[in-house]
T-cell receptor, first 110, second 113 residues
Framework: QKEVEQNSGPLSVPEGAIASLNCTYSDRGSQSFFWYRQYSGKSPELIMSIYSNGDKEDGRFTAQLNKASQYVSLLIRDSQPSDSATYLCAVNFGNEKLTFGTGTRLTIIP | NAGVMQNPRHLVRRRGQEARLRCSPMKGHSHVYWYRQLPEEGLKFMVYLQKENIIDESGMPKERFSAEFPKEGPSILRIQQVVRGDSAAYFC???????????FGQGTRLTVV
């Protein structure tokens, strides 16, 4: 069974601080990893993709991948109230579909 | 370049009726995926289609649910004889050939009364 695990939260972070979201997955051979943001009542929005070990930065977002530990994380720097949402980790296990974690609810406290 | 288009956005059906949900992928995308999201739960994969082919339907309930992606026109997710437990948000996503990232439509919120 291929699984993606996330801490459901809620995770509360003060405005301006760094929010750290974590995700583990079950298959060491997985190749591609994604972070989606979902506001309440809205559809998931792709914010980051990462394919190789290390860090990938895009604006205030940094995705980190460690395939040996089967671990992928998302860091949000200078957190803003507009970052308050549920963040979904998704993994492509090589079967041409994305398997999602249950999501971490993030709240940025002004 | 329009995004993934789903309609209707909201659908109310009485128990026992049929629900038809439509999805037009992004231009140039050949893969369509349907996901279901129950309140306060994660996204659950239902089915993966390419034009005229069902590639993976491992997440589809064995009865009452079907999906198609014809050569012309949108992908259709069909739920026959709906029950209260079918109430959920149904999301369609599409991706281009050879790429793994999927882009989602706005979803259809199905309410069974």
């Amino acid at each position: 069974q291929k699984e993606v695990e996330q801490n459901s939260g809620p995770l509360s972070v003060p405005e301006g601080a760094i929010a750290s979201l974590n995700c583990t997955y079950s298959d060491r051979g997985s190749q591609s990893f994604f972070w989606y943001r979902q506001y309440s009542g809205k559809s998931p929005e792709l914010i980051m993709s990462i394919y190789s070990n290390g860090d990938k930065e895009d604006g205030r977002f940094t995705a980190q991948l460690n395939k040996a530990s089967q671990y992928v994380s998302l860091l949000i720097r200078d957190s803003q109230p507009s970052d308050s949402a549920t963040y979904l980790c998704a993994v492509n296990f090589g079967n041409e579909k994305l398997t999602f974690g249950t999501g971490t609810r993030l709240t940025i406290i002004p | 370049n329009a995004g993934v288009m789903q309609n209707p956005r909201h659908l109310v059906r009485r128990r026992g009726q049929e629900a038809r949900l439509r999805c037009s992928p992004m231009k140039g995308h050949s893969h369509v995926y349907w996901y279901r999201q129950l309140p306060e739960e994660g996204l659950k994969f239902m089915v993966y289609l390419q034009k005229e082919n069902i590639i993976d339907e491992s997440g589809m309930p064995k009865e009452r649910f079907s999906a198609e992606f014809p050569k012309e026109g949108p992908s259709i997710l069909r739920i026959q004889q709906v029950v209260r437990g079918d109430s959920a948000a149904y999301f369609c996503a599409s991706s281009p050939l050879g790429r793994a990232e999927a882009f989602f439509g706005q979803g259809t919120r199905l309410t069974v009364v």
